[in-house]
């Protein structure tokens, strides 16, 4: 039986995180992440760490609609500036990583050293993986399961939300991990998206395997989803050349790119996209494998999509389905 002492402290720092405008809360053991990469998991980072919280906003619905028009409508573009501040860059480096620092300052006031993790690090260029991850700790955390698209599904609203977290020695009382319906049906999905899951098929650069997967395995439960070219995807499309947007002044991207393919890239990229790169430091996003994911898909922001006279470019019509 836990402590009444962790009871308490497990209840503040809940309400704590909840009183800042944030949405989802969760706590995780550390022993949910005795499979994690090596130099990943909390005790690598935190020594003597015993849990983990995972701190959530979900992304609003005009703000998913407006980077859909962008990437579906290049006389749109702009818009698409709403979605990667105001749907990644303000959640994470106000709502959640606030929420972060504020529960990691009770923590420490009652004696416990903590360690924030910020929303939006990615601390490994060469690999683009971040020191510890986000989605994996909310999925530990019990808030939802791991999708095809390697994202984190929360019951309510899909992937449609953005996390950070913080390790701590405090033993909290873990909360128990989702055991609801399944959310990502990869078969059932692939009616929608013409024989692959959706996320699959509207991804630009066809980045997420069809085959290769990947396993998470949490002890209790393990989750199966597919390998994902990440390098591919955090270089070319957060660089500002995606096809989408650039359309035929997109640069032919080569089946194998490593960081240095994408420098080159920007290199021999046109003045505009040169300086838009080095000013906007990551593009206009994609986001695809999230907005399109069926799972808590808002149906007002769909019924609003398919009602707008947008130009239809080949390649793009998929992106409906």
Not at 223 to 251: N, S
């Amino acid at each position: 039986m836990k402590s009444s002492a962790n009871t308490v402290l497990t209840k503040k720092v809940i309400k704590l995180a909840l009183s800042n405008d944030v949405d989802y809360v969760g706590i995780a053991s550390v022993d949910r992440f005795e499979h994690a990469p090596e130099g990943r998991k909390p005790g690598d980072l935190l020594p003597g760490a015993q849990s983990v919280v995972s701190i959530g906003t979900r992304i609003g619905k005009g703000t998913q609609l407006a980077q859909q028009i962008a990437l579906h409508d290049k006389r749109f573009r702009h818009v698409a500036f709403s979605y990667r501040w105001l749907g990644y860059g303000l959640i994470n480096m106000y709502f959640n990583d606030r929420a972060a620092f504020l529960v990691t300052q009770l923590l420490e006031k009652e004696g416990y050293v903590s360690v924030p993790i910020v929303g939006s690090g990615v601390e490994d260029m060469r690999n683009m993986m971040a020191a510890f991850s986000q989605r994996h700790a909310a999925v530990a955390a019990g808030l939802g399961e791991i999708g095809w698209n390697g994202l984190c599904l929360t019951p309510d609203n899909g992937p449609r939300q953005r996390f950070s977290s913080v390790i701590t020695t405090a033993k909290l009382e873990a909360d128990p991990m989702y055991d609801g319906p399944r959310l990502c049906d990869p078969q059932k999905c692939s009616e929608l998206g013409d024989g692959l899951p959706l996320c699959v098929a509207v991804c630009p650069l066809g980045l997420i395997s069809t085959d290769e997967t990947v396993v998470a395995d949490f002890g209790d439960r393990k989750f199966e989803y597919a390998q994902k070219d990440k390098v591919k995807c955090g270089g070319t499309i957060g660089l500002g050349i995606h096809p989408l947007v650039m359309g035929k002044d997109a640069p032919k991207i080569p089946d194998k790119v490593d960081m240095d393919t994408i420098d080159q890239l920007i290199r021999d990229a046109p003045p505009f996209w040169k300086l838009e790169t080095v000013a906007f430091g990551r593009g206009h996003f994609c986001g695809l494998c999230l907005l399109r994911c069926p799972v808590g898909r808002p149906q007002d922001v769909e019924n609003i999509l398919e009602n707008l006279p947008m130009e239809k470019r080949q390649g793009v019509t998929q992106l409906w389905n």
